[in-house]
C-alpha cells in the first residue's frame, strides 16, 4: 500500500510540487493485490476461528446439528473479521498518513483555488418532512457557500415529493419566507412532483430531465443533510479534477442528537467511523458505493445509464427498486464511470432516528430494498466490487437471522448435550499436539471473537493518541473511555434487539409483505413513547424470559454465556424507553459523556441550524390540525398566491374535468373538506384554476352557507381591529372609530 | 371617540351590506395591511362602489369582493410588468409580490391608494417573487432493464481477469482452511 501511483509533475513556476493521485491511473494490478490482500488478511482471522470451533464440535462427535452450527459461525465470524480488519487497514494507513489512493488526493487544494468552471445544482429531495427543518438546513447550506464567496456558482433545488397537503403547504410557505429573507429568488427553486413515480429515485430523475441539461453536476442531499461550503465545493472540485469520476460519496457526520440512541450512534460513527471508511477506501478503490445523499454526481453519465427500470414481478422482490443508491452506483460503474468515497472531505453531515424503534422502522425499507438486490448481483455487466456490494449489503441484513439461528443452534446443541449426558473428551481432537482442553479451546474462541469486536475501538483510541485536539473535543480521555464504555453496555442490548427486528422483517419480506415509505421523526417527535415501547417490545421481552428459563434448566453455564444477549431481550422496554427520550440525552451531553467534537466545536453552519430552529416560528403550528394546509391554501391571499404561483396552469382543459373540479369546489365549501376524499382534495390543489377559484368563491360567500371548517378559517384571519369598519347600530352607516 | 366619516356619500347598510364590509375588511387585513386607517378607507371605497353595481340575484359579498378584486387588478397593473395575461395570473403575481416585498409595511398607506405609486415600491414589488426555477429543457432518462448488457464504449467489462481473481480467492480460502485443520490433526501423530 505504498504511493507508487503518486507521480510527480512540473507546475508553473520553477518548484515542483508533490503531485496528486490520477485515478484514471490506477493500476488494474495494484487494485487487485489490495483486493486480494484484503481477502487473504480476512481468510487468516477467519479461518483458526473455524478450526476451533470445528475442533470443539469434533469432540463431541458431529452431526447436523452442529455442521449447521459451524456452517452459520463460519458466515457470521467472516463477517466480523472483515469489519475489523477493514479498521486495522485503515489505522495503518492513517498511521502512514493517510492513503495515496484517495479522491482527494486528487486535487492540488493549495494551487487549485479559482472559482468552478461551471455551476453545480445542489438538489434536496423532500417527502412530507417538517419544512421548517429542511429550511433551516437549506439556508444553513446557501449561508455557508455565500460566506465562502462561491454562491454564484450554485443553484439549490427543493423537490418535493410531499403528497401531505398540510406538508406540501407549509414547505411552499416556508420556502417563499427564505427566498424572502435570502433574497435568492433566482437561485433557490422549489419543485412539487405531481405524480411521486418510483419515489426518491424519480424525484431525482424527474430533476435530471428537467433541468440536467443546465448543469454538470448535482449534489444530493437529504432532507436532514448539512454540508458546508467547503465540503461542497471541494466535491465539486475533485469532479472537475478527474473527467472519468462520475460519482463521489462524501462521508456525513452524525449530528444533532439529542437521545441517547441518537447520541450514541453519532459519537461510535465520529470515534470509529474514520478508520473504518479508510480501510473501505484501501479495497473500494474506484469502484465505491453511493449511499444516496451527501453526494457529488455527474449528472451526464447519470442521466444516460441510471434511470431505474421496474423490476419484474410484485414487491417486495420486484416493482420498484427501494434502495436506488447502490444500484444507481453499479450502474455508473457498469458504464465505466468510477465511483469514489471521499473519506476524508470534511463538513458532511447528517442526523439519526431518534430511538430504537424508529431506526428498526429505517432498517425494514432499507432490508427490503438489500434483499432485492438479490436479483441484481447476477445481472449482466456490473464490475465484481459491484456484486460485492449488492452481496454485503444482503448479508448485514441476514446476519441477523443467521445470528438467531446461531444463538437457536447453540441452545439445541446444549440441550441434546444434557439429555445425552456426555461430557467432553479431554484430548480427542485434531488438535490434539496443542492438548487444549475442550474449555481452553472455547475460551479462546470467545477471546478472538471479542477481541475482533473490540478491536476497531482500540484501533480508534490508538488513532486518536496522536491526536490531543481531536482528544479534548471528545471531552477528554475520562470521558472518552467512560463514553466507550456506555456505549458497548448498550450497544450490546441494543444489538440482540435489533436481531429480532431483522428476522421478523426478513421474514415478514420473505412471505411478500411490502413495506410503506414513513417519513423519519425527528427533534421531540422522535422521543420515544412508553406505550410505543411496550407495545413494540413486549414479545421480546417474553421471549428472552423463556430463553433464559430455558437455558438456566438446560444448564446454568449456558445461561451465563448467553446472558448478555437475553439480557437485551428482557430489558429491551426500558432500555428502549429511556434512550429515546431527550432528557437523559442532554443530562449525558452536559456532562461531557458520548461528547463528539460536532458537539463541542460546531461548524458555523451547525450553529446557525441550532440558531434558526430555535427562533423560527413555525407559521404551521397555528394552522388547523386537520386539513390545515388545504383550509390556509384556499383561506390565505398570500398562501393562496403563493402556492397558485407555484401550479402549471391547465391549457384546453378537457370539459369533463372542468365539470368534475367544479363539482368538487362546491361541495368542498359547503361541506368541508372532510366530504372529500384525500385524492380529490390533492386533485384540487394542484389545479391552479381551482385553487383561485376556491380562493375567490370562499371570500365572496355568505358565511351561512359555509361549511364550519371554512367560517374558522376566515375567523382564524385577521379580524377588524381597533380603528376598523363598522356598522353602527344606530345609525347603520358605515364609519370609523 | 369617533373620527369623522370618511365615506362620500354615506350609505345606508343592511346587514348583507355590513357582512360584506366586514369580509372585505378581514380580506385586507388578511394581505398583512395592518394600517387600520388605510384598511377602513379601502373598506369603505369598495362597499360604495359595489353598491353602484347592484344587480338581481348578486349578494352583496361576491360584488364587494368583485369590486375588490377589480381595484387590486388595477393597481397591480400600474405597478408589474405587463405580460401576465389574464386577470388570475396577475392577481397572483401581484398578492405574491405584495407579501414578498413586504409592501404593506414598507410602503403603508400606497396599496391601492390611487396615489402616484413611487418607483421604488414599483421596482421592489417587480423584483418580488420567490422565482421560478430555471427554463425546463427536457432530456430523455428513459428507464432502461438492468439486464441490458453494459452500453458500447464502456471502459470496463466482466472479464475474465476480474473474475479470476475472486475465484482464485474463494478456493485459497478453502485451501487454507484444509491446510490448517490438516496441518493440526497431522503434527500430533
Not at chain 1, 82 to 106: E, K, N, P, T, V
Not at chain 1, 577 to 597: C, E, Q, S, W
Request: charged share 20%.
Amino acid at each position: 500500500m505504498g504511493g507508487r501511483n503518486v507521480r510527480r509533475r512540473p507546475l508553473s513556476g520553477t518548484s515542483m510540487q508533490l503531485l496528486n493521485f490520477d485515478p484514471q491511473q490506477l493500476e488494474p494490478g495494484r487494485v487487485r493485490t489490495r483486493r486480494i490482500f484484503t481477502a487473504i488478511m480476512v481468510l487468516l482471522v477467519t479461518a483458526p476461528a473455524v478450526v476451533l470451533m470445528a475442533d470443539l464440535h469434533l469432540r463431541t462427535g458431529y452431526d447436523g446439528w452442529k455442521l449447521a452450527h459451524l456452517i452459520v459461525f463460519t458466515v457470521l465470524f467472516g463477517l466480523l473479521a472483515m469489519g475489523a480488519l477493514q479498521a486495522l487497514l485503515g489505522f495503518i494507513l492513517r498511521r502512514q498518513g493517510g492513503d495515496s489512493c484517495r479522491i482527494a488526493a486528487s486535487v492540488d487544494w493549495a494551487a487549485d483555488d479559482g472559482p468552478l468552471a461551471v455551476r453545480t445544482a445542489v438538489v434536496m429531495p423532500i417527502c412530507n418532512e417538517d419544512a421548517g427543518r429542511v429550511m433551516a438546513g437549506v439556508k444553513a447550506i446557501y449561508e455557508s457557500l455565500e460566506a465562502d464567496g462561491r454562491l454564484p456558482e450554485f443553484d439549490f433545488f427543493i423537490l418535493s415529493d410531499s403528497n401531505d397537503p398540510t406538508r406540501w403547504i407549509a414547505e411552499e410557505v416556508a420556502w417563499a419566507a427564505l427566498v424572502q429573507e435570502l433574497g435568492a429568488s433566482d437561485r433557490l427553486f422549489y419543485r412539487k412532483r405531481r405524480v411521486n413515480t418510483n419515489k426518491k429515485a424519480g424525484n431525482i430523475a424527474d430533476f435530471c430531465r428537467r433541468w440536467g441539461s443546465h448543469y454538470r453536476y448535482m449534489v444530493v442531499l437529504d432532507a436532514d443533510s448539512i454540508m458546508t461550503g467547503g465540503a461542497i465545493v471541494a466535491l465539486a472540485r475533485m469532479m472537475e479534477r478527474n473527467p472519468g469520476v462520475g460519482l463521489i460519496q462524501a462521508v456525513p457526520r452524525l449530528v444533532n442528537g439529542e437521545t441517547i440512541f441518537a447520541r450514541l450512534q453519532q459519537f461510535a460513527s465520529r470515534l470509529y467511523g474514520p478508520v473504518f471508511t479508510a480501510g473501505i477506501n484501501y479495497w473500494q478503490l474506484s469502484e465505491a458505493n453511493y449511499w444516496g445523499h451527501n453526494a457529488i454526481i455527474r449528472i451526464a453519465p447519470f442521466i444516460k445509464h441510471c434511470s431505474l427500470p421496474e423490476l419484474p414481478g410484485d414487491g417486495p422482490f420486484g416493482g420498484r427498486i427501494m434502495s436506488h443508491d447502490y444500484v444507481e452506483a453499479a450502474l455508473m460503474r457498469r458504464a465505466g464511470w468510477q465511483v469514489w468515497l471521499a473519506a476524508d472531505v470534511q463538513g458532511s453531515f447528517e442526523e439519526c432516528p431518534s430511538n430504537l424503534i424508529d431506526f428498526a422502522q429505517r432498517d425494514r425499507r432499507w432490508l427490503q430494498g438489500n434483499l432485492q438486490h438479490a436479483r441484481l448481483v447476477v445481472a449482466p455487466g456490473m464490475h465484481a466490487v459491484s456484486r460485492l456490494h449488492f452481496a454485503l449489503g444482503i448479508l448485514s441484513y441476514l446476519a441477523s437471522p443467521l445470528w438467531l439461528a446461531f444463538l437457536a443452534l447453540s441452545t439445541a446443541i446444549a440441550w441434546r448435550f444434557k439429555a445425552t449426558g456426555l461430557t467432553p473428551l479431554p484430548v480427542d481432537s485434531f488438535a490434539d499436539t496443542v492438548e487444549w482442553r475442550f474449555g481452553t479451546e472455547a475460551v479462546l474462541l470467545l477471546g478472538l471473537t471479542l477481541g475482533l469486536l473490540f478491536l476497531p475501538k482500540i484501533l480508534a483510541l490508538l488513532d486518536l493518541r496522536s491526536q490531543p485536539a481531536e482528544v479534548a473535543a471528545f471531552g477528554g480521555w475520562s470521558r472518552l473511555l467512560a463514553g466507550i464504555f456506555l456505549e458497548t453496555v448498550l450497544f450490546t442490548l441494543f444489538a440482540p434487539l435489533l436481531m429480532l427486528f431483522h428476522t421478523k422483517f426478513v421474514v415478514l419480506t420473505l412471505c411478500r409483505r411490502s413495506v410503506g415509505w414513513k417519513t423519519q421523526r425527528r427533534g421531540r417527535d422522535g422521543q420515544s413513547d412508553w406505550r410505543e415501547s411496550v407495545a413494540t417490545h413486549a414479545g421480546q421481552t417474553a421471549l428472552g424470559l423463556v430463553w433464559l428459563a430455558l437455558a438456566w434448566w438446560i444448564n446454568p453455564t449456558l445461561a451465563l454465556w448467553m446472558s448478555p444477549i437475553l439480557a437485551g431481550f428482557v430489558l429491551s422496554a426500558p432500555v428502549s424507553y429511556f434512550t429515546g427520550r431527550i432528557a437523559p440525552g442532554l443530562a449525558l451531553k452536559r456532562a461531557k459523556v458520548l461528547l463528539t467534537p460536532e458537539e463541542s466545536a460546531p461548524t458555523p453552519e451547525l450553529i446557525r441550524l441550532e440558531l434558526t430552529l430555535a427562533t423560527r416560528a413555525d407559521a404551521s403550528a397555528a394552522w388547523p390540525a386537520v386539513d390545515g394546509g388545504l383550509l390556509q391554501a384556499v383561506a390565505d391571499p398570500c398562501i393562496n398566491a403563493i402556492h397558485v404561483s407555484q401550479l402549471r396552469t391547465r391549457e384546453n382543459p378537457a370539459p369533463a374535468n372542468e365539470l368534475r373540479f367544479a363539482e368538487l369546489r362546491t361541495r368542498l365549501l359547503r361541506d368541508g373538506p372532510v366530504a372529500l376524499v384525500p385524492r380529490d382534495k390533492l386533485a384540487l390543489l394542484l389545479d391552479s384554476d381551482s385553487m383561485s377559484r376556491l380562493h375567490r368563491d370562499l371570500w365572496a360567500t355568505p358565511s351561512a352557507d359555509l361549511a364550519s371548517e371554512w367560517r374558522a378559517a376566515l375567523d382564524h384571519q385577521p379580524a377588524a381591529g381597533n380603528g376598523d369598519v363598522e356598522f353602527t347600530d344606530n345609525d347603520a352607516m358605515l364609519a370609523v372609530k | 371617540m369617533k373620527a369623522a366619516p370618511v365615506l362620500s356619500p354615506v350609505v345606508k347598510a343592511d346587514a348583507a351590506w355590513s357582512a360584506a364590509a366586514d369580509r372585505i375588511a378581514r380580506y385586507l387585513r388578511a394581505h398583512r395591511l395592518g394600517n387600520a386607517r388605510q384598511v377602513s378607507r379601502l373598506t369603505a371605497d369598495i362597499i360604495a362602489i359595489a353598491r353602484t353595481r347592484v344587480r338581481p340575484g348578486a349578494e352583496p359579498m361576491a360584488l364587494a369582493m368583485e369590486t375588490l378584486d377589480a381595484g387590486m387588478v388595477a393597481w397591480f397593473a400600474q405597478v408589474l410588468p405587463a405580460g401576465e395575461a389574464g386577470h388570475a395570473p396577475l392577481l397572483t403575481r401581484g398578492r405574491v409580490a405584495l407579501v414578498m416585498g413586504e409592501v404593506p409595511a414598507r410602503w403603508p398607506g400606497h396599496f391601492m391608494s390611487g396615489q402616484t405609486v413611487p418607483a421604488e415600491l414599483s421596482g421592489f414589488m417587480r423584483e418580488a417573487d420567490p422565482g421560478r426555477a430555471p427554463e425546463i429543457k427536457f432530456t430523455n432518462m428513459a428507464p432502461r432493464l438492468i439486464a441490458e448488457a453494459a452500453p458500447p464504449g464502456s471502459r470496463l467489462r466482466w472479464q475474465w481477469s476480474y473474475r479470476w481473481p475472486f475465484l482464485r480467492i474463494v478456493s485459497g480460502l478453502m485451501m487454507v482452511v484444509s491446510l490448517w485443520g490438516a496441518a493440526m490433526s497431522a503434527g500430533g501423530r
